[in-house]
Structure formats: C-alpha cells, structure tokens
C-alpha cells in the first residue's frame, strides 16, 4: 500500500469525481483510476461505486477513509516538525457545498497546495445548511458558499465571482423550444432540487408562489450532478450555476428556458469569523482564493 494511493483515494472522497480528483492532484483521471484500482486490490475490497459520472463511497469505503484521514494528518505533523524554520506552516480547515466543492475549489486547493507544500490542508465538505454554524463553532477557518451576494453578521466575508442561474431542460422538453413562459407553463411539471435550505432553491420558490403558483412538484437532491444528469434524461426541469452546465449547454444536452432568475443576485463568496485570529496560513490560503478565484 503506497502513500500516494492513500493520498489519491483521501482526494477522490472529497471530490467525489475521478477527474476533479486528478487535478487537484496533478495527475491525469487515468492515474487515479489505476491507484484505486491497486489499492482496492490489495485490501480486497470495494471502497468507491461509480453510478455513470456520479462517485460515492462504499460501507467499506467510508470506514476506511477515517483511518486514512488519520495516517495523513499524522504524515503531515511529522513532516511540519522537520520543516526549515521561515517556512510558512500551520493548519488550514476550509468547507464548501457540494456545487463549489465540484465546479470551483479544485483550481483554488492545487494552486494552494504547490505554493504552500509545509501546511497543512483540511478540508470538509458539508451540506449548504450547516456551513455558517461550522463557521460560528469554530469547526472551519474558511468556508465558501454559493448564496445571496449579502454580508453575514459576525463574519468577514468576500464576493469571488457572480453565478448565474439558468432554468433548464432537455431539449426534448415540450417547454425547450419556447421564446417565452408564465407561470401557468409551469403546472404538471416536476422540477429538481436541491436540498431545502439552500437559498437559491429558497428563491426560486418564493418567486413562483409571489407570481401566483401553489405547491409544485419537486425532486430532492444533495447533488448538481445528479440534478444535471436527471433533466438531461427529461426527467425534469432544473434549477442550477452557470458553472456547472456550461458543457452540457455547449454540447445541446440541456437547453436553458426563457425565464428570468435574475431578481436576486447570487455569488460564490469566502467567509472567515470576524473575531478569529488570521494566521500566516489562514492569511495565505485567503490570498491564494483571491489569486484563483478573482483571476479566472
């Protein structure tokens, strides 16, 4: 069993997506493909299921990824007690939702990763829900949220890029095809998204019911993926970022609708708790964010 396999497989739990995984590891899909492969060989067992683009963890996977977390995390504070002093070094803890973890971290963790290679990186994804009381715990120093471009009291906080929205169905779909909707063009539809809670399914539901629909019919999913791949196949209409159907859109696997999302302006931004003491890592992972993020 090789450390790097350990650190591919760490990498691909957190991404759950065999390419994104890659790139934050600097390598080609087909390197991390044939390290799991090995490793899962070797232990006998299966620790990720591919469900087509979709990646998840197995019973065994999950019980193995404690153990791994742990052998890293101590790899790294051995390797922090021989570093040359004037080395910037420390612990970072950073979260996201699932959508920012998939469409925009990975640039921002291997950019970080090869400038600052003496500290130590942890990162967390969580449901949108459970970010800012990560935040206000203590639980993460930074966390990145896809939301409503407004300021949250007790943080500090940075808008990085504007997000679009787009409403969005197969190009099969009776609604593809119209220059024009109202309301009405919505009834008997079924539309997917994601979890309650999230803001901008908060207010996506709020502007139908202000423009006069009752309930609606809905598909609820943890996953941009999974609601991509289920409008795809005409299951449904889909709310979801610009970032992450740009391909699909290019490609002609999904058509955006003629309706408008633009009443509130949505944004991935970075926060940090205002009374939290910013160290020379914390401060260069903020920096790097910006580098990354504000230049892309």
């Not at 591919?50 to 998840?56: A, D, H, N, T, Y």
């Not at 629909?213 to 809905?218: K, L, S």
Request: aromatic share 8%.
């Amino acid at each position: 069993m090789e450390l790097r396999q350990l650190k591919t497989f760490y990498t691909l739990a957190s991404t759950l997506n065999f390419s994104r995984a890659a790139e934050v590891q600097n390598y080609v899909p087909s390197t991390v493909t044939m390290q799991m492969k090995a490793l899962e060989e070797e232990l006998g067992v299966k620790l990720v299921d591919r469900l087509g683009k979709k990646v998840i963890l197995t019973d065994a996977g999950r019980r193995f990824l404690g153990y791994v977390a742990d052998i890293l995390s101590e790899l790294e504070e051995a390797q922090h007690a021989v570093k040359q002093s004037g080395e910037v070094t420390g612990t970072v803890i950073i979260s996201a939702d699932e959508t920012l973890c998939a469409y925009r971290l990975p640039a921002v963790l291997r950019r970080f990763r090869l400038r600052y290679p003496g500290i130590r990186l942890m990162f967390r994804p969580l449901a949108h829900s459970n970010l800012k009381q990560s935040l206000r715990e203590g639980d993460a120093d930074i966390i990145f949220m896809l939301d409503e471009d407004k300021g949250e009291i007790g943080f500090c906080g940075e808008k990085m890029l504007d997000e679009p929205f787009y409403l969005l169905a197969s190009p099969d779909h009776p609604l593809a095809a119209r220059t024009e909707l109202v309301i009405g063009d919505f009834n008997g539809e079924t539309f997917l998204l994601t979890e309650k809670g999230c803001s901008y399914r908060t207010f996506f539901e709020r502007s139908l019911s202000q423009k006069g629909m009752g309930g609606i019919t809905e598909l609820e999913f943890n996953s941009a993926e999974a609601i991509k791949q289920c409008a795809i196949i005409g299951m449904g209409i889909a709310i979801l970022p610009e970032m992450a159907v740009t391909a699909e859109i290019s490609r002609g696997e999904l058509v955006p609708l003629p309706w408008d999302l633009t009443a509130t302006s949505f944004a991935t931004q970075m926060f940090w708790h205002e009374e939290k003491w910013i160290s020379p890592a914390i401060e260069a992972f903020l920096n790097s964010a910006r580098d990354t993020l504000l230049n892309n």
